[in-house]
């Protein structure tokens, strides 16, 4: 998994060039619910790896939150997160100042498709725009998000739904991806052909080679009413119960929780399956914004800063005569000395060792 080492200027100077700026408020939706397992030991699921501070001295959470600070620009974040991690996001949302985000806290986990139907159903405005990210991915050039986000806008206020491409660095197989159609819509913008599953390496490469092929990120731009019309036409049942379950919401200052019996007849569905590859209307901005969806200490190690020998080094932790390796401590100091190119992870009485390549793997430790 790649992580873009330096920022995409000319990307974003292009958006700004072609682009005049449309002035609308947007409402930033903040998934935090994953369980982030392929990080483990680390991640836990008493603290998941969006409240790490894995990539800075901020965690991934905190990062996204403050990627959408600037209130001339987005109105306070509704976050969307498991009712088990509430005091966590509050605790989180605190430490960086943020007092006026609402909080739907999720009595079980249905997929994103139904939190974001649970957002959009929350906000005062129909027709209000919503910017829906994950909270454990990382962004280095929020200069060319931004701009992304500015191209955008005048397609999503006339209705069309819309994502950010990740403009690929390698043919990677453990992303979706996203075949653009050819003519632009606006300067910068294409109307999505089709999406394309995690592909096998031999299809990632032509895609890759024709050039007409993004990254699915993840990350979503549209108006409130427009993504509940589209599920009352292709997923009534997921809307009529998100309904119900905000209607028997309980709520206690900033914090709304959907009533539980609802929202567990909910079907559970992504909101790729249930709406993108649904919907008529959909925009892609291709973008280079040193994106990294951090899913494993693998991709821990390509973003994080090397030592010289090209060790990714974190908390308690002595090396000598090792190169390539990435070592985390939270707590017991590890000490190393003649061995390269290994994953080395320890959190309270947890230990990983795994060579580098194969941190996919971790999964199978966390179930137990």
């Known amino acids: 998994m790649r992580f873009d080492d330096e920022p995409f200027i000319s990307d974003s100077n292009r958006y700004r060039a072609s682009i005049i700026e449309v002035k609308v408020t947007i409402t930033p939706v903040i998934l935090s619910g994953g369980g982030g397992t392929r990080l483990w030991p680390m991640s836990t699921p008493d603290r998941p ?12 959470f905190q990062l996204t939150v403050l990627r959408v600070m600037d209130r001339s620009r987005f109105d306070a974040p509704i976050i969307v997160a498991n009712a088990a991690h509430a005091d966590l996001v509050e605790e989180q949302l605190a430490a960086i100042g943020v007092s006026d985000a609402t909080l739907i806290l999720e009595p079980c986990a249905r997929n994103t498709a139904p939190a974001i139907a649970l957002a959009a159903l929350a906000v005062q405005q129909p027709n209000v725009t919503l910017l829906v990210m994950p909270s454990d991915h990382v962004i280095k050039d929020t200069a060319a998000f931004d701009a992304a986000t500015t191209a955008l806008l005048p397609l999503v206020e006339d209705g069309w739904l819309a994502t950010y491409g990740i403009s690929p660095t390698g043919a990677e197989t453990g992303y979706g991806y996203i075949k653009m159609d050819e003519a632009e819509l606006t300067a910068a913008v294409r ?40 599920l009352s036409g292709h997923a009534p049942e997921m809307l009529a119960q998100s309904k119900q379950a905000m209607d028997g919401a309980t709520r206690l200052g900033a ?4 009533d539980h019996d609802a929202f567990a007849a ?19 901005a291709p973008v280079h914004m040193g994106w990294s969806d951090v899913g494993s200490w693998d991709s821990l190690h390509e973003i994080g800063e090397k030592d010289t ?13 090792a190169t390539g390796n990435l070592v985390y401590s939270d707590g017991a100091r590890i000490s190393v000395h003649g061995i390269d190119n290994l994953i080395v992870v320890a959190n309270g009485t947890e230990i990983l060792i795994m060579p580098r390549g194969t941190s996919q793997k971790v999964r199978d430790f966390a179930k137990d």
């Open 309 to 321: 020998a090209g060790n990714v080094l974190s908390g308690a932790v002595r090396v000598h005569g």
């Open 255 to 258: 914090r709304i929780t959907p």
């Open 266 to 284: 909910c079907p559970s569905d992504s909101i790729d399956y249930a709406v993108m590859e649904k919907a008529d209307r959909v925009a892609v």
């Open 191 to 230: 109307k999505v052909n089709r999406f394309v599953e995690k592909p096998d390496s031999e299809r990632a490469q032509q895609m890759i080679a024709g050039g007409d092929h993004v990254w699915n990120g993840g990350i979503f731009l549209f108006r409130a009413d427009i993504y509940l019309q589209i």
């Open 49 to 60: 790896k969006q409240f790490q501070a894995l990539t800075s001295d901020h965690t991934m």
